[in-house]
C-alpha cells in the first residue's frame, strides 16, 4: 500500500515483520485473531499522516513473522517480550498502544507488566479478562456454554486446524466476518457453519476481495496452529499471571467496542464493562464508547471513526 513500509526486524528471538509509515511519536497497533497487520491499514494511513509513526506487526505466528513450533511458545510472556523487545528496537522509552481482538488481551498484558512502556492504550473489542483466583479462564467459559464454546474447540492441538482444513483457508475467513451477537457455539464435531450459520457469498463492504485474497495467502502459507496456539495458553497463562492477580492496570485507556460484538454480547461482559467492575480494575478508564449497529471487527466496519476516536485520544498526552 502506498506510503507504508516494510520490515523485518529481529526481536526476542524471532524475526517480526512490521508495516510502517509517518513520524513521530509511536503509535503500536495489535491485531487480532485471524488477522495481520493488514487489518489496521486504515489506522495506520490516518494516525501516519497525522503527525505519528504508526507501526503495525504481524504477531508472533502470524503472517511474515516468524511461527515458533511448540504451543509453549505462545504464552502472554512470549508475545509481550516481542513487543518489548520491538518497542527498544524503535528507539522509544514508551508509544501509544492500540489493541484489537487477542491484540487486546496482549495489550492489557503489556499494560499490567510493563506499564512504563504504555503512554495511553485504545483498546477495541476486549476489556481486560479480569483474573478469578479459583478457576482457569477456559474453565470458566466451559462451565459457561460448554465444550462446542469456540475457545473450548480450539484447545486440542491439531483438531480445529484438521477442521479448518476440511472447508478450507478462504471459506474460515469469510466465515469469521460474522454480524451475529453472542456467544459463537460451533456445530459439534466439525467447523460446519463456523461462527456464521446466515453466512452469504458476499463479503462485507470493509472487506474487499483482494485483503480478503491477501489474508488467504498468508493464512495459507503459515497455516492456523500459531494462531491457535494463543487460545491453547490461556489456561497457561492463568496460572503464570497469579502474582498480578487483583493488579490495577494504571494507564490511561478508552475503550470502544460495537453493540453488536460477539465479546460484549457474552461472556456477562455488560455487566462487568457498565457495572463498575471494569472501571475498578482500570482506575484510569477514562472513556467507555459503545458504537450503535457495529459488530466485532469495528477496527475496519467504522474505521474512521476509529480513526477519530484513537487521535483524539492520544493527541491529550
Known sequence: MEGIEHRTVEVNGIKMHIAETGEGPVVLFLHGFPEL????????????????HAVAPDLRGYGDTEVPDSISSYTCFHIVGDLVALIDFLGVDQVFLVGHDWGAIIGWYLCMFRPDKVKAYVCLSVPLLHRNPKVRTVDAMRAMYGDDYYICRFQKPGEMEAQMAEVGTEYVLRNITTRKPGPPILPKGKFGTGFNPDMTNSLPSWLPEDDLAYYVSKFEKTGFTGPLNNYRNMNLNWELTAAWSGVKIQVPVKFITGELDMVYTSLNMKEYIHGGGFKEDVPNLEEVVVQKGVAHFNNLEAAEEINTHIYDFINKF
Open 37 to 52: 497487520w493488514h487489518s489496521w491499514h486504515n489506522q495506520i494511513a490516518a494516525l501516519g499522516s497525522l503527525g505519528y
